[in-house]
């Protein structure tokens, strides 16, 4: 992790966001002083489960991923935060601490406001506040779908949804697949590597996807919408 100096801010300095959009001139100034511009490499972790909030990270540039960790090393992949987005906005009100990890699947450029400061800009921006509140509540609509794909589903169903979860995201105009490794999509569908990995060899025989090392393309996504669909 790298702070990244006022002086070298020149193409990050700007909150250019739509909802950024919604501030006015004594706001983003506001913000601006609230904020840290923070260089992430690939690997870093921007939060850390179980330690204190005392910022929210707004995404400027990169892809991180949002994980709770488990016993013996095992985790849970949630989703892929990325331009635009902002992770920790739980720790705004409630949260004093992170309930979750993420780390920087690609080198990533955030800016840490502070969590005060963005309380502030809440309480006296009802159009900011709406929309904030409309990403939050995005956000746990998806947490909710992933656990009951995770609880309900079987393998080729679990399989099925990371895969087209991870098809929808991009970064760059380009496919995230070949960001992730064949563990990171097991994480995504709550199964053991070596599952994941027999599932989708069958997937492959069957012309659903096609590997190409790490990068993996839907050949047939009625096929496993389909899939999906059964569970």
Not at 77 to 86: A, I, S, V
């Amino acid at each position: 992790m790298k702070i990244i100096a006022e002086s070298e801010q020149s193409i990050y300095c700007d909150i250019t966001a739509p909802c950024f959009l919604l501030l006015s001139e004594n706001e983003i100034n506001f913000i601006r002083k609230s904020k840290t511009m923070v260089y992430f490499r690939k690997g870093e972790n921007l939060t850390k489960q179980g330690t204190f909030a005392s910022f929210i990270l707004f995404i400027v540039d990169g892809i991180v991923k949002q994980y709770i960790e488990g016993d013996l090393n095992k985790n849970y992949n949630l989703r892929l935060y990325k331009t635009g987005e902002f992770i920790g906005l739980s720790a705004i009100y409630n949260e004093n601490r992170f309930n979750y990890s993420s780390v920087a699947i690609t080198d990533t450029h955030a800016f840490l406001i502070e969590k005060e400061a963005m309380l502030n800009i809440l309480e006296n921006n009802a159009l900011f506040a709406s929309k904030i509140m409309k990403a939050y509540c995005s956000q746990n609509n998806f947490l909710f779908n992933a656990l009951r794909n995770v609880i309900y589903k079987q393998m080729n169903g679990k399989i099925a949804d990371a895969l087209l979860y991870l098809d929808k995201e991009t970064y760059n105009s380009s496919s995230v697949f070949p960001y992730l490794s064949r563990k990171d999509l097991a994480e995504f569908a709550g199964t053991s590597v070596e599952s994941a990995v027999k599932t989708l060899k069958n997937f492959e025989k069957e012309n659903i996807i096609k590997l190409e090392e790490k990068n993996i393309v839907l050949l047939d996504k009625e096929k496993l919408e389909e899939i999906s669909k059964r569970g």
